[in-house]
C-alpha cells in the first residue's frame, strides 16, 4: 500500500493589489520549491510584492497545522534594476531571478557576521562587513553596467560631441 500524505507544501505570491496567487499543492518540499522559482522567474512580467512557501500538515486543525518556511520580498535589483530581487529576510538571503543577472547577497557560511554577494555573468565576488556594504558594492556595479551600456550605444562621435559640450557649459558657468 503506498504511503499517505502527512504533510502537503504550498507555494504563493502576491501581487501589489493584495491578490494572492496560489501556484499549488505538493507532495514535497522541493517540488514546491522548484515550481515556486521558476514561476520567479517571470516576476518582471507582474507586479509581485512577496511570496511564501508553507507546509501544511494533514487532518491537524487551526494554526497548529501550518508552519511557514519561508516569506520573500520582492525589491528592484541593484545590478539589472528590474523587480526580479528576491529577499528572504528571515533567513537572510537574496538572489534576482531575472534572466541573464543572478545578482546575489547571503551570510556566509564560513565566516559569521560577514556578508557575500556577487553576479555571476563576471564572476563578480565580494565579502563585506555589513548588508548595507553588500548592497552597496551591487549597486556600484549596476551603475558601471549601466554607464557601459549608455556609451556602447552611442555612435562613433558622440562622446566627444558630448565632452565638448560639456566642457562648453562648464566654461559658460564658470563666468557667471
Request: charged share 25%.
Amino acid at each position: 500500500m503506498a504511503d499517505e500524505v502527512q504533510r502537503v507544501f504550498v507555494a504563493s505570491v502576491v501581487e501589489e493589489g493584495g491578490n494572492s496567487l496560489a501556484l499549488g499543492c505538493f507532495s514535497s518540499e522541493e517540488t514546491a520549491w522548484q515550481v515556486l522559482r521558476n514561476f520567479l522567474k517571470k516576476s518582471e512580467l507582474m507586479v509581485l510584492v512577496s511570496s511564501t512557501v508553507v507546509v501544511w500538515d494533514i487532518d491537524v486543525i487551526g494554526e497548529n497545522g501550518v508552519n511557514v518556511l519561508s516569506t520573500m520580498e520582492c525589491k528592484d535589483c541593484p545590478v539589472c534594476g528590474r523587480r526580479t530581487f528576491w529577499m528572504d529576510l528571515e533567513n537572510f538571503s537574496a538572489l534576482c531571478h531575472g534572466d541573464a543577472c543572478a545578482a546575489w547577497v547571503e551570510e556566509s557560511t564560513l565566516e559569521p557576521g560577514i556578508i557575500d554577494c556577487g553576479w555571476p555573468p563576471i564572476r563578480f565576488l565580494k565579502q563585506a562587513q555589513d548588508i548595507e556594504e553588500a548592497f552597496s558594492e551591487l549597486f556600484k556595479l549596476g551603475d558601471q553596467m549601466k554607464a557601459i551600456s549608455k556609451v556602447d550605444s552611442l555612435g562613433e562621435h558622440e562622446p566627444q560631441q558630448m565632452l565638448d559640450a560639456f566642457r562648453k557649459k562648464s566654461a559658460l558657468g564658470s563666468k557667471d
